[in-house]
């Protein structure tokens, strides 16, 4: 099992930034493809980006919704993922997990079924 941290949330206004991390530990070597999810009120958990773990990393996943206003990476040393989130909207107020899944990124990344481990959730608001 893989244990997942999650730090870097809060309260921001419209248009600023923040950066999330997420630390794993335990089982590292399950974390082939790292991802985040978010949670907005009242609705499902949806996919925001994934990275996998390999040399292929520099490829990413991104939901429409973020492309060109979020930035996934990760340090391997380091068994970390982080998000940085630009110009933030008050949409984007949401409950945001880090997750990790011992199989490929390309194979549905956006599917939250293919995620064994998840992490506690950071709490992001946005207010405009």
């Known amino acids: 099992q893989v244990q997942l941290v999650e730090s870097g949330g809060g309260s921001v206004q419209a248009g600023e930034s923040l950066r999330l991390s997420c630390e794993a530990s335990?089982?590292?070597?399950?974390?082939?493809?790292m991802g985040w999810f978010r949670q907005r009120p009242g609705k499902q958990r949806e996919a925001v980006a994934s990275i996998p773990g390999d040399s292929s990393r520099y490829y990413t996943y991104y939901d429409d919704s973020v492309k060109g206003r979020f930035n996934i990476s990760r340090d391997n040393a380091k068994n970390s993922v982080y998000l940085t989130m630009n110009s933030l909207e008050p949409e984007d107020t949401a409950m945001y997990y880090c997750?990790?899944?011992?199989?490929?990124?390309?194979?549905?990344?956006?599917?939250?079924?293919?995620?064994?481990?998840w992490g506690q959730g950071t709490q992001v608001t946005v207010s405009s």
């Open positions: 997750a990790a899944t011992s199989s490929r990124c390309a194979d549905a990344w956006y599917s939250k079924f293919k995620y064994g481990s």
């Open positions: 335990g089982y590292t070597w399950e974390t082939n493809c």
